[in-house]
Nanobody, 123 residues
Framework: QVQLVESGGGLVQAGGSLRLSCTAS????????MGWFRQAAGKEREFVAA????????YYADSVKGRFTISRDNPKNTVYLQTNSLKSEDTAVYYC????????????????WGQGTQVTVSS
């Protein structure tokens, strides 16, 4: 079992930045690929970014490419999402997720989820 806790969300003006964190406890963190997803009000959950267990590979949704950066610190059991140049359309609840081994973009292929952290971008 893996427990995930997100933090770092908040209210920010358009063009601003936030760094989201997701700390894992439970089983060995390094065995898990990690992903960030988001869900805006009235919309389906969508993929944002993913990172391999080693941190050597990353993948981004086109909508955030060049603005967001995913990274991980395995000794700290933490994955980060640095969000820059935020837009109003980035407003959503952001979730981190974990799955064994390879990173993927489909939400239903992740095994563990955090409770989410709200990001609100004001225009």
């Amino acid at each position: 079992q893996v427990q995930l806790v997100e933090s770092g969300g908040g209210l920010v003006q358009a063009g601003g930045s936030l760094r989201l964190s997701c700390t894992a406890s439970g089983r060995t963190f390094t065995r898990y690929a990690m992903g960030w997803f988001r869900q805006a009000a009235g919309k389906e959950r969508e993929f944002v970014a993913a990172i391999s267990w080693s941190g050597g590979s990353t993948y981004y949704a086109d909508s955030v490419k060049g603005r967001f950066t995913i990274s991980r610190d395995n000794p700290k059991n933490t994955v980060y999402l640095q969000t820059n140049s935020l837009k109003s359309e980035d407003t959503a609840v952001y979730y981190c997720a974990a799955r064994r081994m390879t990173m993927v973009t489909k939400a239903d292929e992740y095994d563990y989820w955090g409770q989410g952290t709200q990001v609100t971008v004001s225009s």
